[in-house]
């Protein structure tokens, strides 16, 4: 069983930078599928970014440029570093974790909200 745990969230102001810290407990491998999604008020929750260990990274098209992921897997950490934050970024974020060993699971964090104002 995999626990995910975000932390990092909060309040800034539009302009600003944020890091999302995503840690991950249980048997995670290096070809799991890791990623950040959000869900803004009255939204949809939508993809931010998702990769692999290898560097292989897919990134939203409002996020491009902004936000970059990493994965730290010996300590079973993801990042999200946000930059040039907007008020369209607020959200609830959310860690996910697809894992394919054994058939495909997925998993998801608690969420942490971040509200970027004006």
């Known amino acids: 069983q995999v626990q995910l745990v975000e932390s990092g969230g909060g309040l800034v102001q539009a302009g600003g930078s944020l890091t999302l810290s995503c840690v991950a407990s249980?048997?995670?491998?290096?070809?799991?599928?890791m990623g950040w999604y959000r869900q803004g008020p009255g939204l949809q929750r939508e993809l931010v970014a998702s990769?692999?260990?290898?560097?292989?990274?897919n990134y939203a098209d409002s996020v491009k440029g902004r936000f970059t992921m990493s994965r730290d897997n010996a300590k079973k950490t993801l990042y999200l570093q946000m930059s040039s934050l907007k008020p369209d970024d607020t959200a609830v974020y959310y860690c996910n974790l697809v894992s394919f060993l054994g058939g495909r699971k997925e998993y998801w964090g608690q969420g942490t909200q971040v509200t970027v104002s004006s």
């Open positions: 990769g692999d260990s290898g560097g292989v990274r």
């Open positions: 249980g048997n995670i491998y290096s070809f799991d599928l």
